[in-house]
Structure formats: structure tokens, C-alpha cells
């Protein structure tokens, strides 16, 4: 097993610039995260699927912000236009069911210039 | 959701077990104890959870209390590779975690 992919790793962009960050959960798995960790706000849930549907999406911080689960084993977190304080690491987790605990990808660090 | 309590950070000598507190007093009687922790750069990593009874398992144990508003996680022989953040962590509605602020743990040689 795998576990969680995340890429890229790293991202740099420049202020403007649409920025796509891409994660596979584990098989098997029908919940699926995304998390944005800063120095300031710690770790913030943006938005979470179960079964490939968006659930909650209410810590997505503005509209600029997209996410999409297109099947079960491909998710994408879209930011357009970036902007500098958009940059942390951007973490995507997922979990078999209810009452489990995530597993979490190595995530992704995006800086926004 | 439950709100947790946890001191900043603590330490703890290489071989000696780590005993990290966790106060959580307006859980309800249906919400779980979970416990995360986060090394510096990686994704956060679940450790354990409970509901009610101690659980053990091979990283830690979890101890609750009787009244369930508090519980303690145990490092029985920490080791350098502990020092991480530790988060404990209440489930909320639908499968949501909300992670704090957490504890930082420094394992000293």
C-alpha cells in the first residue's frame, strides 16, 4: 500500500497564476480531506468528500478556492488566481470509514511569489 | 464539536515513558478520543483512539478517565524519534476532525 499520494511536493508560482494540487487516496477508501497548515492558523480543514461527493465544503476560504472527486481514486484542490497568502502546505488525507482514523499524504508545500 | 486542552509542550528523557495530558470536559457520549501526531514536515499520523475503556496498542495507550473529560496518552519508552506535536482530537459530526494547537513533546537523550 501506497498510502496517501500527494504532488507535486513542492510549488512555487507566481501571484495570479492558477495552482492545481492533485491527491490519491488509499483504495478502498470513501472519505477523503483536505487540510491547509500554516505557521499562524495551524492545521484547517478546507473541505472533505465521502463516496466522491463534497460533503462539507464550509472551511474552503474563498471563492477562489475549488476542490473536485471526480471518482474514487483521483482528487484535485484548485487555487486561481494564487495569491501569497495562500502559500502553506496543503495536506490531503483519507479514511476507509466512519469512527476511523485518517491517513495523511506527505503533502504539498506551495509558495505563492 | 468537543474542544480539547492541551499543555504547549513538555519533555521527556530518552527511555523514560511520556505521559501527555488532554482535558476535554463538554465531550459527549457518543464522541471519541483520537490522538495524532505531526514530526516536523510530514503529514500528521493517527496514533490511537477511544471511546470509553483504555486502549493499547503498539505505539501508545490511552487512558480516559471515568467521567470521560480528560484522558492521557502514553509513550511507555519514548525514544528521540517521539519528539513530535501531538494532537488529541474529539470527533465531531460526519467524520470531521478539527485539530488544535497540540502538544509539542521533546525527547531529550
Known amino acids: 500500500d501506497a498510502g496517501v499520494i500527494q504532488s507535486p511536493r513542492h510549488e512555487v508560482t507566481e501571484m495570479g497564476q492558477e495552482v492545481t494540487l492533485r491527491c490519491k487516496p488509499i483504495s478502498g477508501h470513501n472519505s477523503l480531506f483536505w487540510y491547509r497548515q500554516t505557521m499562524m492558523r495551524g492545521l484547517e480543514l478546507l473541505i472533505y468528500f465521502n463516496n466522491n461527493v463534497p460533503i462539507d465544503d464550509s472551511g474552503m476560504p474563498e471563492d477562489r478556492f475549488s476542490a473536485k472527486m471526480p471518482n474514487a481514486s483521483f482528487s484535485t484542490l484548485k487555487i486561481q488566481p494564487s495569491e501569497p497568502r495562500d502559500s502553506a502546505v496543503y495536506f490531503c488525507?483519507?479514511?476507509?470509514?466512519?469512527?476511523?482514523?485518517?491517513?495523511f499524504g506527505s503533502g504539498t508545500r506551495l509558495t505563492v511569489v | 464539536d468537543a474542544k480539547t486542552t492541551q499543555p504547549p509542550s513538555m519533555d521527556c528523557a530518552e527511555g523514560r515513558a511520556a505521559n501527555l495530558p488532554c482535558n476535554h470536559s463538554?465531550?459527549?457520549?457518543?464522541?471519541?478520543v483520537y490522538w495524532y501526531r505531526q514530526i516536523h514536515s510530514q503529514g500528521p499520523q493517527y496514533i490511537i483512539h477511544g471511546l470509553k475503556n483504555n486502549e493499547t496498542n503498539e505505539m501508545a495507550s490511552l487512558i480516559i478517565t471515568e467521567d470521560r473529560k480528560s484522558s492521557t496518552l502514553i509513550l511507555p519508552h519514548a525514544t528521540l524519534r517521539d519528539t513530535a506535536v501531538y494532537y488529541c482530537i474529539v470527533k465531531g459530526n460526519f467524520n470531521k476532525f478539527y485539530f488544535g494547537s497540540g502538544t509539542k513533546l521533546n525527547v531529550k537523550p
Open positions: 488525507a483519507s479514511s476507509p470509514r466512519e469512527l476511523y482514523g485518517y491517513t
Open positions: 463538554t465531550i459527549s457520549g457518543n464522541e471519541y
